[in-house]
Nanobody
Framework: VQLQASGGGLVQPGGSLTLSCKAS????????IGWFRQAPGKEREWVSY???????DYTESVKGRFTISRSNAENTVYLRMNSLKHEDTAVYYC?????????????????WGQGTQVTVSS
């Protein structure tokens, strides 16, 4: 199983980015995909997830600003991030697994991508 996260970069406050997480080696449509982030000196935190049935959820701090979606045809999950704030600066990781009971918990996921840096700065 491989996950390739991409799309990070430097953006000004209020700007937008779209992260991508492309999976290989799995029957993608059966899997839940989660996004997590880790800022310098902080614990990794859950950001969002999308299940195999496309149910989605978001951590409170990104609700209304971030949108997660999936394309099973492309084996890819997207995280559209709007109205970015300084506090969104972090390395963003995607993770996947099947039969995830608590998709906001990092320990539920066995497979992780390499991370992509998002920096929000003027």
């Amino acid at each position: 199983v491989q996950l390739q996260a991409s799309g990070g970069g430097l953006v000004q406050p209020g700007g937008s980015l779209t992260l991508s997480c492309k999976a290989s080696g799995i029957t993608f449509n059966y899997y839940t995909i989660g996004w997590f982030r880790q800022a310098p000196g902080k614990e990794r935190e859950w950001v969002s997830y999308i299940t195999s049935t496309s149910y989605t959820d978001y951590t409170e701090s990104v609700k209304g600003r971030f949108t997660i979606s999936r394309s099973n045809a492309e084996n890819t999950v997207y995280l559209r991030m709007n109205s970015l704030k300084h506090e969104d600066t972090a390395v963003y990781y995607c993770a996947t697994d099947i039969d995830v009971l608590r998709p906001s918990e990092s320990f539920e996921y066995d497979y992780w991508g390499q991370g992509t840096q998002v920096t929000v700065s003027s």
